[in-house]
């Protein structure tokens, strides 16, 4: 009986979406051979784009998408507040103009506009809807975007968010999955993190294959969900920047731009926040030497040395989250060296290194338990998660 209710609610769903307003709209996973994951979304025909979950040290790659794909941004669209990485949202817009999207539900200050449960915002000829879907943080939202269902951090392939931080609720994410699972077996979901090496899934797929998701007892899925574990490296720092509008775009500059600041050291500081053994390896010459973990410790050594600060970590990361540290702490005539020291090295920039070889830039060297924690599944469940990398998330 519970069967035939929930094909019977599915089909007059399908039957729902085909009376909207709706198109052809492609989907590109923007960085598939990431675990956090970035989609745009496109009305081929109209040439308007939305981005969802963009990352703020990829905005480069994302703007090489939409000129290669001949697309207007329309809107950059969070599923919720970022614990895990840095939003590229507010960066796109000061770039491209176009609207920061993100729950009702939100305490967020970046958006622009709130989508509210089933709200439909138009994209070319075609309509995107949002449902709201709490359980990981209160504001969290999926995105159907024609069949396919974009869910953010809600529901993993072959597995679950965590609840037990930034307000997340097992409860909520209960009913969240109940509203999903009535959307139909043959909807297509795309999630906004792979754990487990895969690339999409649909709502049949994953109610018999994830164990979280077809959990019918609310309780027993609290009990699961509801257990505390060690929270995201440098979280409090990346929802500090995510919940207001981050860097303006004339602090930060290019790899080839660089020179033109001068001689380092007399005319301005490299502020180099990576390890010991990236900042041995290669870095620019002249360069002063603060590892993030020791940042706020030796902030003190930044006041009398001469502007501006130029920022530099591996790929921008840890550059951005010392320079929002910086700035809090009251200093100013900062700048980020856009893509750290991989895009300075692919310029064919000077370098100097310690080690008597060729400078290079290379991956930082053991980040303890706590890191590793963060590296793999921060966002998701760790019942739930196979296995993870720390070499995405220290860039």
């Avoid at 995107?128 to 974009?150: E, I, K, N």
């Avoid at 999409?200 to 309780?219: C, D, K, M, V, Y």
């Avoid at 030796?298 to 910086?326: I, N, Q, S």
Wanted: hydrophobic share 45%; glycine share 8%.
């Amino acid at each position: 009986m519970y069967l035939r209710a929930w094909l019977g609610r599915a089909a007059a769903l399908r039957h729902n979406r085909q009376t909207m307003k709706t198109a052809l709209l492609s989907i590109i996973n923007l960085h598939a051979d990431r675990q956090c994951r970035a989609y745009l979304v496109a009305d081929a025909e109209r040439r308007e784009a939305a981005l969802i979950d963009a990352r703020f040290d990829l905005v480069p790659l994302y703007l090489d998408a939409l000129r290669r794909e001949n697309l207007k941004l329309r809107y950059a669209i969070d599923t919720h507040t970022h614990a895990d990485h840095l939003s590229g949202s507010d960066r796109l817009r000061n770039i491209l103009g176009c609207k920061v999207v993100m729950s009702g539900a939100t305490r967020n200050k970046v958006p622009d506009l709130l989508a509210r449960d089933d709200d439909e915002f138009e994209l070319g000829r075609a309509a995107l809807r949002f449902l709201h879907t709490p359980g990981h943080t209160p504001d969290s939202m999926c995105v159907m975007a024609g069949d396919t269902l974009l869910t953010g951090d809600t529901l993993f392939i072959g597995g679950s968010a965590r609840t037990d931080f930034m307000g997340g609720s097992a409860s909520a994410l209960f009913d969240s999955f109940r509203r999903i699972e009535a959307l139909g077996p043959d909807v297509e979901v795309l999630p906004g993190h792979d754990y487990n090496q895969k690339v999409r899934t649909t709502i049949g797929e994953e109610l018999i294959s994830n164990s979280a998701f077809r959990e019918r007892n609310r309780q027993a899925l609290m009990r699961r969900l509801d257990v505390p574990g060690p929270l995201p490296n440098n979280m409090s720092e990346m929802l500090a920047f995510n919940a207001h509008a981050g860097i303006a775009e004339r602090a930060i500059i290019r790899a080839q731009e660089v020179r033109g600041l001068g001689v380092s050291g007399r005319d301005y500081t490299v502020v180099d926040v990576r390890n010991a053994n990236e900042f041995e390896a290669g870095r620019i010459e002249g360069a002063k030497h603060i590892p993030l973990p020791d940042f706020d410790a030796r902030l003190g050594e930044l006041e009398g040395v001469r502007r501006p600060l130029l920022f530099v970590c591996k790929a921008g990361v840890r550059a951005t989250l010392a320079m929002m540290a910086a700035r809090r702490a009251g200093l100013s005539d900062l700048l980020l060296l856009e893509g750290g020291m991989e895009a300075y090295s692919a310029a064919r920039q000077p370098m100097v290194a310690d080690t008597g070889k060729t400078p290079a830039v290379v991956a930082p060297i053991s980040m303890g338990p706590a890191a590793a924690c963060a590296a793999g599944g921060s966002c998701s469940s760790a019942v739930e998660v196979l296995s993870h990398s720390w070499s995405e998330w220290v860039i």
